[in-house]
């Protein structure tokens, strides 16, 4: 019989794990606040805990993690455990700490965003933050370095950056968040060390009060993030790092992608202890049948053919305000996604950009219809509405990425587009968009013979004339598209009128490849006697309110003009390349 999904009370320890991601400018001192909070509380934090001086330990590179009596308002809802683990993880390079981030960003369950408090926001702060609003939902303002502040003017300056970051978190999810000062290590570099750190242990006292209980699930396929791989004589390899999705059991068979390997756990262990699971958000060492750690410092691994290596994609795509360059096609961004960051060249294209004139084909052209199928199935799918992009807010954008190498990464996951080569020092944030992965290509043949053939075409343009008013919010045009034409994939798409209104195209209008536009701020009323006038003129419809009937237009209105700007994606097998 199976095993049965491990729970959070199937457990030999009775800790629970709650994750960290420490974040901030290079400098702050992140490192600085780990290292100190760990140490301060194995010493203080656990005096009536015999246990406490095993627990202030070092996992790994970046990880820390120190425990804690479980808070008074989390006894009663996690009856089960006696203690809190925070582990920390600090977030140091660039590069890194936007996959550290995306990687974790299921199981990082609160951050905190280090800044020096005289320094205030720098251009890498505000980055964090950014993927903090993409990735987290907690978050707790840690401004360091407080001991450089002149003793007798240290209250005000701390109460200014407050209100400074009060301000600059007032758009953000995090508005209201709280703020704290303290000195990780003050003196800098060269006091010694044991100059005694401030505000830390009001820290703990905060951490513990944020402290919630945090939504893990052992269902699905397993995904976790390797921070570390050793072997042990006689015994196996051991890989340790954090589940970041589903569920590990012993005897449960594990592959590693990297690789192209599987593997049988033999054991599990969690705060040095054995235990016969584990699940999304633990932190573990797991020895594994053997192989050369040497192959897999850094890494993931997972359930059997649950990951898939992909060498191009279709993601969402949502630019970053902050980003000043332009997302121009066919340029080339780092590429972060799942596990890895790597170059991609990346075409952007929007909504009515699929093949959307499919009934003006031409027969090689035709046969295209099945590739355009999936881009329609895309925008169909909750996924691109569901995560706050409500539909019918910005019109949709996506991305053609082509990978350098290729990735390994879950499906639907988040992906990070930057330019992490230009200048750290410029001052100019370097993360320039954000979507979902939403289309895969694993057939490197497919990609080949496929993907170099698609053209995103230039801006179009197209003009057509209102044809009738069916209601003051309502026209109908007409002369913009054949009757071929798949209306459907211009739903929702802006128009503009030459008499200034702008509209929306809500569907199509008959069988004659006519649309209706809904007009959402309501017609001008020159613009409705314009149209009432011509229709008497002509003598027949345009009684407002009739139900709109295809065989009732007859009236030509010379004077107003429809105009729709588009981007037109087809698939020439002709062309060599992406033409743009
Ligand atoms: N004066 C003073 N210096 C500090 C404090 N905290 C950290 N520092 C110093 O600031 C420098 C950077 O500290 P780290 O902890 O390495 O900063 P970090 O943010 O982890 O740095 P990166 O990992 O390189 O991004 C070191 O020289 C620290 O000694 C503090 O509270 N006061």
Known sequence: MADPEPTPGDRLHKTLNFNVGVLGHVDSGKTSLARVLSSTASTAAF??????????????????????????????????????QFTLVDCPG???????????????DLMMLVVDVVKGMQTQTAECLLIGQLTCSHMIVILNKTDLLPSDKRQIAIEKMTKRMQKTLENTRFRGCPIIAVA???????APETAEAQGITELIELLKSQAFLPKRDPSGSLLMAVDHCFSIRGQGTVITGTILQGALRVNDTLEIPALKVTRKVKSIQMFRKPVPSAMQG????VCVTQFDPKLLERGVVCTPGSLHTIHAAIISVRKIEYYRGALSSRTKFHITIGHETVMSRVSFFSRASVSADSGSLSPAEQSAQDFSFDWEFCHQEEYLTGQGEAKGRDPAQWALLEFERPVTCPPLCLVIGSRLDSDIHSNTCRL??????????EDKSYVDSVLPRLKISKNKHKEGAVERVTDDYTVIGKNLFKKETNLQLFVGLKVTLSSGETGVIEGSFGQSGKIKIRIPEGLKEETKQLLSSSSKKKGKGGAKNDPPKEEDVKVDSQHITIHLNFK???YDPQKKMIQS
């Open 282 to 285: 633990d932190r573990v060492g």
């Open 47 to 84: 005096d009536k805990n015999p246990q406490s001086k095993e627990r202030g330990i070092t996992l790994d590179l970046g990880f820390s993690a120190f425990t804690v009596l479980m808070p008074e308002h989390m006894k009663l809802i996690c009856g089960e455990y006696d203690s809190l």
């Open 94 to 108: 660039h590069a890194s700490l936007i996959r550290t981030i995306i990687g974790g960003a299921q199981i990082i």
């Open 184 to 190: 990780a290590k003050p003196g800098g570099p060269e």
């Open 432 to 441: 320039a968009f954000h979507g979902k992965l939403l289309d895969g290509f």
């Open 568 to 570: 037109r994606y087809v």
